[in-house]
T-cell receptor
């Protein structure tokens, strides 16, 4: 069965303290791995799509990387406005359905 | 501005009532999706549609119904058969079934 596991569940960082969020997945034949940011009470905001191992994408203080079994979202010198829940999803190659992890709740303290 | 709109933002329902949640997109996307989000759980797929006049059940379709009569619209009806409907409902769309999804702002449904 396809699964997506995110860790840690919650993370507290001081402003400027870099860290990484993990998304591990089990799916045969990855079609795409997607990262989203979700603020409380709002819909997820699309961040990145990764398709193949070794691929990297960056946006401001965020950098997403992909291996054959997991993806990392690296946050460099975070600011309080980066506080949110970060969601990871993969697409099932047979049904095209998206499978979401439960997310990592990030809190950046000033 | 292109985007996905959901209405209402908040919805209160009495037990035994059916309610319909609206989802509209002006992105010219072919595929549309409905998810349910509960605290501590990942997004769970209710229904999805890859083309007009066609839709498929997701993982938790029982107690829900949808229609896709227009490309822009994918309304979700929460019926009285849904035993625990209180949740945050999210609509999404994508250019095609293989592309990233974009989400609406969500509707929070509360059963009184």
């Amino acid at each position: 069965e396809d699964q997506v596991t995110q860790s840690p569940e919650a993370l507290r960082l001081q402003e400027g303290e870099s860290s990484s969020l993990n998304c591990s997945y089990t799916v045969s034949g990855l079609r795409g791995l997607f990262w989203y940011r979700q603020d409380p009470g709002k819909g997820p905001e699309f961040l990145f799509t990764l398709y193949s191992a070794g691929e990297e994408k960056e946006k401001e203080r965020l950098k997403a990387t992909l291996t054959k079994k997991e993806s990392f979202l690296h946050i460099t010198a975070p600011k309080p406005e980066d506080s949110a829940t970060y969601l990871c999803a993969v697409q099932d190659p047979g049904t095209y359905k998206y499978i979401f992890g439960t997310g990592t709740r990030l809190k950046v303290l000033a | 501005d292109g985007g996905i709109t959901q209405s209402p933002k908040y919805l209160f329902r009495k037990e035994g009532q059916n309610v319909t949640l609206s989802c509209e997109q002006n992105l010219n996307h072919d595929a549309m999706y409905w998810y349910r989000q509960d605290p501590g759980q990942g997004l769970r797929l209710i229904y999805y549609s890859q083309i007009v006049n066609d839709f498929q059940k997701g993982d938790i379709a029982e107690g829900y119904s949808v229609s896709r009569e227009k490309k822009e619209s994918f309304p979700l009806t929460v019926t009285s058969a849904q035993k625990n409907p209180t949740a945050f409902y999210l609509c999404a769309s994508s250019i095609s079934k293989t592309n990233e999804q974009f989400f609406g702002p969500g509707t929070r449904l509360t059963v009184l």
